[in-house]
């Protein structure tokens, strides 16, 4: 008879991938969600579980520079692949200009949802850098926040638009 030890190392699989610029080798259980990964297994607790259906956006991170909710996504989906986290948003020490404007601008209350809220917006600006309060709207309408009415944080992501286009 198996040990409970041995029985669950056969199920595992190796996968590769590289979370905030620092590759990870490690086992997964064919059935184990990325969120799990990222928060119990390396220990980045900003990506948050909440509705685990994706409905919410809380638990976004950014695959291969998309935004994808990892509470849907096998690990072993992001076998090989680039995995960017809020944690990895600053760089040498300085904030990220949506990090910095949802700070100033208070894009956030609790800030439960507000690394799913940020991620997702770099890919909005990465790919419209003067979107409008309606491109804002339409394109963040996956990420739900319980405690601002969305005024701030469409104003937090229009400042920000407006230091990245200005370089600061």
């Known amino acids: 008879m198996y040990s409970s030890t041995l029985k669950r190392r056969e199920q ?3 996968i590769n991938f590289t979370v905030n610029g620092i590759r990870h080798e490690i086992d997964v259980e064919p059935h184990e969600i990325l969120l799990d990964v990222v928060r119990n297994r390396l220990g980045l607790t900003g990506t948050k579980k909440s509705c685990d ?3 919410c956006g809380t638990c976004t991170v950014l695959l291969d520079g998309r935004p994808v909710s990892s509470c849907t996504l096998l690990a072993i989906e992001a076998r090989d692949r680039e995995i960017l986290t ?5 760089q040498d020490g300085k904030l990220h200009p949506l990090q910095q404007a949802f700070i100033e601008y208070g894009g956030l209350q609790c ?4 690394p799913g809220m ?3 917006a770099k890919t909005l600006l990465e790919e419209n850098a003067s979107p409008t309060e309606e491109d804002i709207i339409q394109y963040m309408q996956g990420n ?6 969305y005024k701030k944080i469409i ?4 400042e920000a ?3 990245m286009r200005q370089g600061s």
Do not use: D
Request: glycine share 10%; with cysteine; hydrophobic share 40%.
């Open 12 to 14: 595992t699989i190796p």
């Open 53 to 55: 259906v994706q409905v």
């Open 86 to 90: 809020i944690e990895g948003l600053a």
């Open 111 to 114: 800030g439960f949802c507000t």
């Open 118 to 120: 940020i991620l997702t």
């Open 144 to 149: 739900i926040c319980r405690c601002t009415g």
């Open 155 to 158: 104003e937090s992501i229009m």
């Open 161 to 163: 638009a407006k230091r």
